[in-house]
């Protein structure tokens, strides 16, 4: 018989030994079962290697971190063409909301080409900024009042979402709507080099997406961690960026 | 013998599904796989790491080169092993630059200050033992703890273990057997105290 070496211990204390009737032999064996015992001992003691504790919610912590550098590239491309097709076929995709939109982008479109430096040189440009300085309106404050109304918006969305215990299709048509709105003025705040505010709202685009998809396909258990993360994360930055928001009266 | 969670190449349908929806581009059945693996990826982390703020940052990244690769993960082998094998990857990563970062920095790493002069050590507290056996780990080369953790901690076959690392399974065993026997070098001298 050949002798048992300090390996062959090694895998039989892993479970990993080829020979089935190695445990027997070390068993019956007291010079074997010594060098086993001391060899359990001590690689026992490797079980001291603890990481540091983790709350439940670190996943989620993990998902806000990473989900804005996920990016939109992929496969998501004409998953996403589909999905805004079918959002715009939809009749809960109302005819006041088609016009609320139309009145965002419509907006957006104004302020993103007033102001910022992309817009110097471009044929819009002057009538854009003619028909601003005609109403008599500072395209900034205009954004920032815009965003603010926009956030109003969705703190009542994300409030009902932490206090509701079903997603209708309803409260998905009204993300979606917010989506839409989200993206426009996250551009037009770039475009007028307001990179904090862009940075937020692109940090808040994350969750409208989910929102607008989650009540057809989440399970209850995703809804819960959803629930947690927007109440104690996104929901507290929407107001405390809104209350930054500066508020100006608009003349009109 | 030890036993510890073992993977298998098994996973159940429900996992399958959400991960077939993950590798379409499906960001929530991502962050299904999100919120399932990141306890489990930080302590194989912090493990490799030794190190709390790196261990995060090897998490964070590990998923996304995850979300990038879905699509060429198959479904025959184990969903854990496959993030395992990113994870170890960004781990191995990290520990290489700080390497050759501290070439140029004269400050003593925590690990090796705790076993300075410490041929008879006193063991007067479980932290005392916590510190030497991180110490001890840390001793190991990247590839030598690498393997170890994922036997010991995870539980992983050495077959795994040599595809994850991307070794033979002779190569594999060998490393193990060399971590083995250095660790209890380190070890035995607190559990005769």
């Known amino acids: 018989m050949r002798k048992i070496t300090d390996d062959d211990l090694t895998l039989l204390f892993y479970g990993e030994h080829d020979d089935p009737a190695l445990a027997t032999t070390v068993a019956e064996s007291r010079e074997l079962s010594e060098r086993f015992d001391s060899l359990s001992a001590e690689l026992r003691l490797a079980d001291n290697f603890v990481p540091p504790h983790r709350e439940d919610d670190y996943g989620a912590d993990v998902w806000r971190r990473i989900s804005p550098r996920l990016g939109d590239d992929r496969a998501e491309t004409s998953g996403r063409l589909k999905s805004w097709l079918a959002t715009f076929s939809q009749p809960r995709f109302s005819l006041a909301g088609a016009l609320s939109i139309s009145l965002v982008a419509m907006l957006a479109f104004m302020l993103g080409r007033n102001g910022g430096p992309e817009s110097i040189g471009t044929s819009m440009a002057p009538v854009n900024q003619n028909a601003i300085a005609l109403a008599g309106i500072d395209s900034s404050r205009l954004l920032t009042h815009s965003v603010s109304g926009h956030l109003e918006q969705v703190d009542l969305m994300l409030t009902q979402f932490v206090n509701s215990t079903e997603t209708s299709s309803r409260d998905s048509g009204f993300a979606t709507d917010m989506l839409v709105a989200n993206r426009l003025y996250r551009q037009a705040a770039a475009s007028q080099g307001n990179h904090k505010l862009a940075a937020f709202l692109a940090d808040l685009e994350p969750l409208l997406i989910e929102l607008a998809y989650q009540a057809q396909s989440g399970s209850p258990a995703t809804r819960e961690r959803m629930q947690l993360e927007v109440r104690d994360g996104m929901l507290f930055r929407v107001r405390v960026m809104n209350k930054r928001l500066d508020k100006p009266q608009i003349s009109v | ?193």
């Not at chain 2, 916590?130 to 539980?155: C, I, P, V, W």
């Open chain 2, 1 to 193: 013998m030890r036993r510890t969670a073992v993977y298998t190449s098994e996973m159940t349908l429900s996992e399958q599904k959400i991960i077939r929806k993950a590798a379409k581009g499906d960001r929530l059945a991502f962050r299904e796989l999100v919120l399932e693996n990141s306890h489990a990826m930080f302590r194989l982390a912090w493990r490799l790491t030794s190190d709390e703020g790196a261990a995060e940052d090897v998490v964070q990244e590990a998923f996304i080169k995850a979300w990038r690769n879905l699509r060429k993960f198959r479904m025959e082998s184990s969903f854990k092993s496959w993030l395992h094998r990113i994870t170890v990857n960004t781990a191995m990563d990290y520990l290489r630059k700080q390497a050759r970062r501290k070439q140029f920095e004269t400050a003593e790493p925590e690990f090796e200050s705790i076993t300075a002069g410490s041929e008879t050590p006193a063991i007067d507290t479980q932290i005392d033992i916590r510190a030497r056996t991180r110490a001890a780990m840390m001793k190991l080369s990247d590839t030598e703890r690498s393997a170890l953790l994922l036997k010991h901690f995870e539980g992983h076959s050495i077959k795994e273990i040599a595809q994850i690392m991307e070794m033979t399974t002779g190569a594999c065993k060998q490393t193990i057997f060399r971590a083995v026997k250095k660790m209890r070098v380190e070890l035995r001298p607190l559990v005769t105290t």
